[in-house]
């Protein structure tokens, strides 16, 4: 694979969730910027996701995983103190990160869900390019230590562990700046405690990935604005697209978006072809 100067792949969340969003994200692929996604395997749409992701090959897939905010891939016979009996997680990732971290019983059915939820993944036929997490809870401490503990079982090569630099947002967009500095410091301190069990089981994590800070309002000015001042050489840049006719979808289908991340160097990758360049360049 010809090295370039920067690297970014481009990721769209929530891949199964409705059939809109699954159509946004395939769109996004065949008209845009958008080279990934991640697969939510307990989703309503979640089949009809694997189908549009089997007609589009070029598209990296990875897995979603559902922690909180959504339904788990056992029984709720099988793991009491993860669901309620309709099989739904809290709907809160704060309370749901205390439970895993402070509840014995809990964090032992964690590790069966999260292998339920990566053998899901398996059984689509798909080759798992990453793993991220809905509300990034993938990224609390119990669970990527079993992350970490699962990785050459399930071949997980990359893990999402967003940082971003807060200066980049507020220069471009000041709303809610209290509630972005607290989510800055959050996301750093657990990055910064991830990155020991994630090296030593061998799986790679990015320089820089955007997103968290402006989740939900990546809009193509945003990312005119953005782009330029990216500097790191390996970095991802996610999205939520909701529909042919939000902004994040317009976003990733701008013609100033795509001329100005070449402008800047970029080479826009999924992780598979990432991880050919990376072993390129190292």
């Not at 402070?102 to 398996?122: G, N, V, Y």
């Not at 800070?213 to 001042?229: A, D, F, K």
Request: glycine share 6%; net charge positive.
């Amino acid at each position: 694979m010809k090295v370039a100067d920067k690297y970014v792949v481009v990721n769209a969340d929530d891949f199964g969730y409705s059939d809109e969003i699954n159509e946004a994200i395939i769109e996004a692929h065949r008209n845009g910027i958008l080279s990934s996604t991640s697969l939510m395997v307990t989703a309503e749409k979640a089949k009809s996701a694997v189908k549009l992701a089997k007609e589009n090959p070029s598209l990296g897939v990875g897995l979603h995983l559902v922690l909180c905010c959504g339904k788990s891939a056992l029984n709720p016979q099988q793991i009491p103190n993860l669901v309620n009996k309709e099989g739904l997680f809290h709907d809160s990732a704060a309370i749901a990160g205390l439970k895993y971290q402070f509840i014995p019983s809990a964090r032992q059915e964690l590790k069966r869900e999260i292998k339920a939820q990566l053998d899901l993944f398996r059984e689509t036929g798909l080759k798992l390019s990453h793993v991220d997490g809905h509300l990034h809870l993938h990224i609390h401490p119990i669970v990527i230590q079993i992350l970490a503990q699962l990785a050459p079982e399930y071949q997980i090569k990359f893990i999402r562990l967003p940082y971003e630099e807060l200066n980049f947002t507020l220069k471009l967009d000041r709303t809610n700046p209290i509630l972005k500095i607290i989510y800055a410091n959050i996301f750093r301190w657990l990055r910064k405690s991830a990155k020991k069990p994630l090296s030593t089981s061998g799986v790679q994590f990015l320089d820089r990935v955007y997103g968290l800070l402006q989740t939900g309002n990546m809009s193509e000015s945003y990312l005119l604005g953005l782009i330029p001042q990216i500097k790191t050489i390996y970095n991802e840049i996610y999205f939520h697209p909701q529909s042919l006719t939000d902004q994040e979808y317009q976003a990733l289908c701008s013609q100033k978006v795509q001329e100005i991340i070449l402008t800047e160097g970029f080479k826009v990758v999924n992780y598979f072809q990432l991880g050919k360049a990376r072993g390129k360049d190292e």
